[in-house]
């Protein structure tokens, strides 16, 4: 199973960072863009939910159960979807972020293979572009900086603490400042015919 986590598009709200080099309505096309790309990528090969931070229209195409994420941190609304998930009978569950149009469906396969308790997909940044796990504990996300250099080693060492195995997919990058435009752009994983593209080619960054 894959939960995909969504902030609601609001300009001015979501992927500030982009925005302050595309403009703020901009960077929301680009980021509900980013969201049916990778939709696409998980559907028709995953039973798929879609857990949002608050209410919204968008993504009507997008045909799966919709959930809202709980209060606290990330790591406290991941606990809550994944234990919901394994209770209901899922041997594993998969947690993918929404930052990364041009994620390979190679990489999610590869996220939800291997038999270690919990498997994480390590971003350049330092921190994960998404989570499978097959079992949890409480303190797993105990003491974690999220959006830190920290966060996937920080995760690893307090899954590891709690007794879990831990395995790593394979690397990938999120999209979160101008400059990662450029790099998206000239991806040969970017579906050229996908949502983010038309967005790119409208601020012509992409031929």
Same mark, same amino acid.
């Given at each position: 199973?894959?939960?995909?986590?969504?902030?609601? !598009?609001v300009? &001015?709200?979501?992927k500030?960072? $982009?925005?302050?080099?595309?403009?703020?309505?901009?960077a929301?096309?680009?980021?509900?863009?980013?969201?049916?790309? +990778?939709?696409?990528?998980?559907?028709?090969?995953?039973?798929?939910? $879609?857990?949002?931070?608050?209410?919204?229209?968008?993504? !009507?195409?997008?045909?799966?159960?919709?959930?809202?994420? !709980?209060?606290?941190d $990330?790591?406290?609304?991941?606990m809550?979807a994944?234990?919901?998930a394994?209770?209901?009978? @899922?041997?594993?569950?998969?947690?993918?972020?929404t930052?990364?149009?041009?994620?390979?469906?190679a990489?999610?396969?590869e996220?939800l293979q291997?038999e270690?308790?919990?498997?994480?997909g390590?971003?350049?940044? &330092?921190?994960?572009w998404?989570?499978c796990?097959?079992?949890?504990?409480?303190?797993? @996300?105990?003491? +974690? !900086?999220?959006? *830190?250099t920290?966060?996937?080693?920080?995760?690893?060492a307090?899954?590891?603490?709690?007794?879990? *195995? +831990?395995?790593?997919a394979? +690397?990938?990058?999120d999209?979160?400042?101008?400059i990662d435009l450029?790099r $998206?752009?000239?991806?040969?994983?970017?579906?050229?015919?996908?949502p983010t593209?038309?967005e790119?080619?409208?601020l012509?960054?992409?031929?």
């Open positions: 199973m894959v939960i995909l986590f969504a902030r609601a !598009p300009a &001015g709200q979501v500030t960072r $982009l925005a302050a080099g595309v403009g703020a309505e901009a929301a096309r680009l980021y509900t863009a980013f969201v049916r790309d +990778v939709a696409a990528r998980a559907s028709g090969r995953f039973s798929v939910e $879609l857990h949002l931070d608050e209410p919204t229209s968008a993504w !009507p195409e997008i045909d799966c159960l919709r959930r809202l994420q !709980p209060a606290g $990330l790591g406290v609304r991941m809550q994944l234990a919901e394994l209770a209901r009978g @899922f041997e594993r569950v998969a947690i993918l972020g930052d990364a149009p041009d994620l390979p469906e990489h999610i396969d996220l291997g270690s308790d919990v498997r994480l390590p971003a350049e940044d &330092g921190g994960f998404g989570i796990c097959r079992r949890i504990v409480d303190t797993m @996300f105990d003491g +974690v !900086p999220w959006s *830190s920290r966060t996937l080693e920080a995760t690893e307090a899954c590891r603490h709690g007794g879990l *195995s +831990v395995s790593l394979s +690397v990938w990058a999209v979160d400042e101008p450029q $998206l752009a000239a991806s040969a994983s970017l579906d050229l015919a996908g593209a038309v790119l080619r409208a012509n960054l992409l031929a």
